[in-house]
């Protein structure tokens, strides 16, 4: 069963929101992962007029989840949710994650998203919260994140252990996201079960993406397995 999945830092939606909804709204994408979405006053609302924009809907996330926000076209559809809050350092930024298990034909997986810490020595317990979460699952995962690390980082490793690096998997790591202005690191990824096959993938790198945020969208198509 094919899906379109975008994983994407919106920067706080603090960039071109037009350029941001035309972008994603021009990848025609089935699930949308986004790292820093609405997560204070009047969260629900903005989230809600965040997917409208894409020409989507909200399946979970926002506030409970730290910002992270898991959007869906009407072709899925969402079977639960749940939120995720990392333990909080002291004097540092309170981060979490989100999860949604989802089915799209006979096709069903979990969509999973988190921002880990700039912090190198917050990261690690945070990856490994994260990690917990997706292992939890019970039906193949695709989990897209902004780790604020490169794949030589622990982190990285915690999070990706077992699962496909779409980048990888498509040949294509060379792949920078960030930042639009100097693109240097590649620190967003998507990874997903072993049993997804990766058709394609890319980072859009265009004018308008340069305008909509500070990290490039990940673009992955998959094939998912079936159940029938």
């Known amino acids: 069963m094919p899906l379109r999945v975008v994983s994407y830092n919106i920067h706080g939606q603090r960039d071109d929101t037009a350029a941001l909804a035309a972008v994603v709204r021009a990848a025609t994408p089935d699930v949308v992962i986004v790292q820093e979405g609405p997560r ?5 609302q903005k989230s809600a007029t965040l997917a409208e924009s894409f ?3 909200v399946a979970a996330g926002g506030l409970p989840a730290l910002g992270n926000l898991l959007l869906t076209s009407l072709r899925v559809r969402v079977l639960g949710t749940r939120c995720q809050r990392f333990p909080l350092t002291p004097g540092r ?8 298990d989802c089915r799209v034909g006979d096709a069903r997986f979990t969509l999973a998203g988190s921002h880990l810490s700039t912090d190198p020595t917050e990261r690690p317990a945070q990856a490994a919260e994260f990690r917990r979460g997706l292992d939890a699952a019970t039906s193949p995962v695709l989990a897209g994140a902004d780790l604020n690390e490169g794949p030589d980082g622990p982190a990285w490793a915690t999070v990706s252990r077992g699962l496909t690096d ?5 040949d294509r790591a060379d792949r ?3 930042s639009c202005a100097d693109p240097r690191r ?3 990824a998507l990874f ?3 049993r997804i096959t990766v058709v394609d993938y890319d980072v859009v790198d265009t ?7 500070d990290h490039f969208p990940v673009l992955v198509d998959l094939l998912l397995p079936t159940t029938g």
């Open 192 to 194: 997903v079960d072993p």
């Open 207 to 213: 004018p308008q993406t340069r305008r909509a945020s």
């Open 176 to 178: 920078l996201t960030y």
């Open 40 to 44: 204070r006053f009047r969260w629900r």
């Open 93 to 100: 930024h309170l981060r979490g994650a989100a999860y949604a």
């Open 166 to 170: 779409a980048a990888v998997a498509a």
């Open 55 to 57: 020409g989507l809907v």
């Open 186 to 188: 590649r620190i967003d």
